[in-house]
């Protein structure tokens, strides 16, 4: 007959067999476990939506402030490169071809017949410096005001002195120096002068082979990618002609995979002039 348990119901007694509990508190296990794996995926999905919110608000960990801003601030830039990188120095191109569905910058262009291009960014290195500094100017001020508001929270009296910001490529790295001054007061006093970011990237060497390579298109309409390869053991230079006249170039450190690409329309011909069969394109590989 199985183990039964016995409840009393007014002057009734009721004998309910032991299973029907087992089964009622099996039941209510589950249920529990599908409660908590819901929210435990609801947590893990406001996580990763808002974790950039989240690391400016707890600090990421820091243990002083130069680790506070470092960690507040690196992702950004790390992304900001990457993204000037494969659209030619720019975040927001304006005169581009689209190549892979990627916004390449003309960084030397004529519309004209049988001339040389026009440099559009003659400065290009401090353009790309002044893109990177523009882009994390907002975030920048929010990773300062939030790290103030940090320490008061922990007691601390904070004075905190807004300076000047500067983004520099240097060989094999890129550099951000925040010029602000920190002092933190509570039984002693702690003063921060200047903030600076590293950043591995040899962005300058790539926008120093394009410049080269730029020259050669404004005198020639061309140029010989051979040369910096033999010369640049780690580097790649693709040279990907366009029918309208257009050529991408991209360059690519072969050790670290960093790459840099650019456009450039420069010693155009008519359509079909000289060559049977060669008609203009879209600006669109």
Known sequence: MGEKIFMKRGHTTIGVPRSIF?????????????????????FSVVIYMFYPQLKITLGGGAKNPTEFIQ????DKI?????????????????????????KVEYLCYTNS????CVMQQPFLRQHIEDELKESVNELSRECFEEMKKSYERRGYNVKLNLGEETFRLFPERVVANFNHTLTLTKEDSERYKEFSIVINNNLYELVSIAISILNFETKYGDSET??????????????KKQGDGTTVYILTNRDTGEKFQFASRSYIWPSG??????TSGAIRE
């Not at 002039?273 to 060669?278: A, V």
């Open 71 to 74: 960690l507040c601030l690196e």
């Open 113 to 116: 017949y049988y001339e040389p």
């Open 273 to 278: 002039y000289g060559i049977s069969g060669i």
């Open 226 to 239: 051979t040369t910096y390869m033999n010369f640049y053991h780690d580097l790649k230079v693709e040279k």
């Open 78 to 102: 790390n992304e900001n490169v990457e993204l000037l990188s494969l659209q030619g120095g720019s975040l927001n191109p304006e005169h581009y071809f689209l190549y892979n569905n990627e």
């Open 22 to 42: 087992s089964k009622n508190a099996y039941k209510g296990q589950v249920t529990l476990f599908i409660i908590l794996a819901i929210v435990v995926v609801v």
